[in-house]
């Protein structure tokens, strides 16, 4: 079996590539990439991987059995058309099977929104494709959260605008298991799953840190409103707005959804306190 990883280059790209070849073999995988050299380091065959390309990408997917596709990171009304680029070219290829990494959050309301709907259309046309197919919906990324860690301790705390809602957080790794599994056992198909460890507030992932990392910092919350306009000081307008969006959407509650991790894995997501005690040694 050939297995296709798109967005190779990309920080879940390339560990769902690593997974995958601890999960079958190097010879089994095919990394593509919109700049092949961006993915040389994986130590897998390198393709060209262009969204905007359909006809570069049916002669990347010569030869593949199943493809993994990392929803693009594009501007919410450009991905739906790439999502169908790739789709497309796939089945032309004669591609078996799709897997696709979707994400959790609120589907309407707020600025992370117009991102969930265009996953969702891109979900639908995997659905109606005609190939065998598995959705994974993925929680929040903690790792983030860690790099921005000498920030926090300058800052003194964690300030945004979630209160007391939780949050499905889950770490590359650990996608990348989930979705090895998902390429390759057929008992997946046809299923979408909720991707995340435990849902978890940010009152908690603070003292985790704390824990972890010898600090002593809070957490704050602020007004949606508040928050948005701190985000767009420091990121600027379209990510500024974005991460205010997302984090609303826990604080309404949008990010704190049943998990099926057990179910696509094979096994239980690690724990929050073993993730973070790892850290800490």
Same mark, same amino acid.
């Given at each position: 079996m050939k297995i296709a990883v798109t967005a190779a280059s990309g920080q879940l790209g390339a560990a769902i590539v690593e997974a995958v070849i601890e999960h079958t073999s190097k010879e089994s995988v095919i990394a593509l990439a919109r700049t092949p050299e961006k993915a040389s380091h994986l130590g897998v065959e390198v393709r060209q991987g262009d969204y905007n390309d359909i006809v570069q990408l049916e002669q990347s997917l010569q030869g593949v059995d199943s493809l993994l596709i990392v929803s693009g990171m594009d501007a919410p009304e450009k991905r739906i058309g790439q999502h169908r680029n790739v789709i497309n070219a796939a089945k032309r290829a004669g591609v078996?099977? $799709?897997?696709y990494t979707s994400v959790q959050g609120a589907e309407e309301g707020t600025a992370f929104s117009p991102v969930i709907q265009s996953n969702r259309q891109t979900e639908q046309d995997i659905r109606e494709s005609g190939l065998d197919w598995v959705i994974g919906r993925n929680g929040i990324y903690i790792e983030p959260d860690i790099e921005y860690i000498d920030s926090y301790k300058k800052l003194g705390g964690v300030f945004n605008c979630a209160e007391d809602g939780k949050c499905g957080y889950t770490t590359r790794s650990?996608?990348?298991?989930?979705?090895?599994?998902? $390429?390759t056992e057929d008992k997946h198909n046809g299923e979408m799953y909720n991707l995340h460890g435990e849902?978890?507030?940010?009152?908690?992932?603070?003292e985790y840190m704390n824990v972890a990392f010898g600090t002593d910092l809070v957490f704050k919350s602020m007004s949606v409103e508040e928050y948005k306009q701190d985000r767009i000081a420091e990121l600027g307008d379209f990510i500024g707005t974005v991460i205010a969006g997302i984090y609303q959407g826990i604080r309404e509650g949008k990010s704190d959804n049943p998990s099926h991790y057990a179910q696509?894995?094979?096994?239980?997501?690690v724990?929050?306190?073993d993730y973070f005690s790892s850290l800490k040694s």
């Open positions: 078996k099977k $799709l897997v650990e996608l990348g298991y989930a979705y090895a599994r998902m $390429l849902a978890i507030t940010q009152a908690q992932l603070t696509a894995a094979g096994r239980e997501h724990s929050w306190q």
